[in-house]
């Protein structure tokens, strides 16, 4: 489905990054993995390049290395992301900032450079990791549920901002529920027990779960889709 496929994914070195990571490479396509560290398990067909979301002149010369080497990039997932819970009352600037400069200024910095590799090809893919926290807010997540709706918008907006002079770029989200990944082992049982019982398929997400909505989206099964924001949530909210 994604034979002779470039795509760049961030953070792809552990959870959800890393199922898309492989999904899309057992798919035909050739990965590259930006993100800080690299990942424990090494996979044929995905390449680690060390950088960070936050960094917008790592970024550049990421995109002239991945050109040179590629000659172009069909898909940019933007996966990478972090946590820094507290109640509003408790959240201090740096939790704040921390969070928006990856979740929500990361995925900015990522789309802005490769949108003007795709403008120039006249073609690209952008699959964004949102969250169910954007679509609906939690307790505890001022800054993470700031990102993740502002991700939405921002999808939407390039939806419309990227094809104005006829290109074909799409651009689409994905909002999964609570998902088994690291970042869900700083949630306690005592939350994510209710959480389980109240999806209507009694259980957390998969990591290949997500993967499979966003080769769905990476590819052309959905050719005539964008601007959409995919909720792939066992049934939490509908
Ligand atoms: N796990 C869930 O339940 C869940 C639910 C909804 C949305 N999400 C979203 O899915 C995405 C992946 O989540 P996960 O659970 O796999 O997280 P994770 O913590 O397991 O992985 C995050 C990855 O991002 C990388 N990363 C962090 N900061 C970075 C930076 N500044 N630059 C480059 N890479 C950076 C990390 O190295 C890691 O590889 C995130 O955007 C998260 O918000 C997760």
Redesign the pocket.
């Known amino acids: 489905m994604l034979k002779n496929k470039i795509a760049v994914i961030?953070?792809?070195?552990?959870?959800?990054?890393f199922a898309i990571a492989k999904k899309y490479v057992e798919n035909g396509a050739k990965v590259i993995n930006?993100?800080?560290?690299p990942s424990e398990k090494v996979v044929e067909g995905i390449e680690f390049y060390k950088?960070?979301?936050?960094d917008r002149a790592q970024i550049k010369e990421f995109y002239e290395y991945v050109k040179n080497k590629y000659g172009k990039i069909d898909i940019l997932v933007n996966?990478?992301?972090?946590?820094k819970d507290a109640l509003m009352s408790k959240m201090t600037e740096d939790m704040w900032d921390f969070v928006i400069n990856?979740?929500l200024k990361?995925v900015f910095n990522m789309a802005q450079s490769a949108s003007e590799i795709f403008t120039e090809q006249g073609f690209g893919n952008i699959v964004n990791?949102?969250?169910?926290?954007g679509e609906y807010g939690n307790v505890g997540q001022t800054n993470y549920a700031a990102t993740?709706s502002g991700v939405i918008g921002m999808t939407k907006t390039w939806a419309k901002e990227l094809t104005r002079k006829g290109a074909i770029i799409r651009v689409n989200a994905i909002a999964?529920?609570?998902?088994n990944?690291?970042?869900?082992k700083t949630v306690p049982d005592k939350v994510l027990d209710p959480i389980r019982q109240k999806s209507l398929l009694k259980r957390l997400g998969e990591?290949e779960e997500i993967a499979n909505a966003a080769l769905f989206l990476g590819s052309d099964m959905s050719s005539y889709v964008t601007g959409h924001v995919l909720s792939v949530n066992g049934g939490l909210v509908i």
């Not at 930006?34 to 560290?37: A, C, D, G, P, T």
């Not at 996966?79 to 946590?83: E, I, L, R, S």
């Open positions: 961030t953070g792809a070195s552990q959870g959800i990054g930006y993100s800080i560290v950088g960070d979301v936050t996966n990478a992301g972090v946590t990856v979740n990361g990791i949102s969250s169910i926290v993740k999964p529920g609570y998902v990944t690291e970042m869900m990591p």
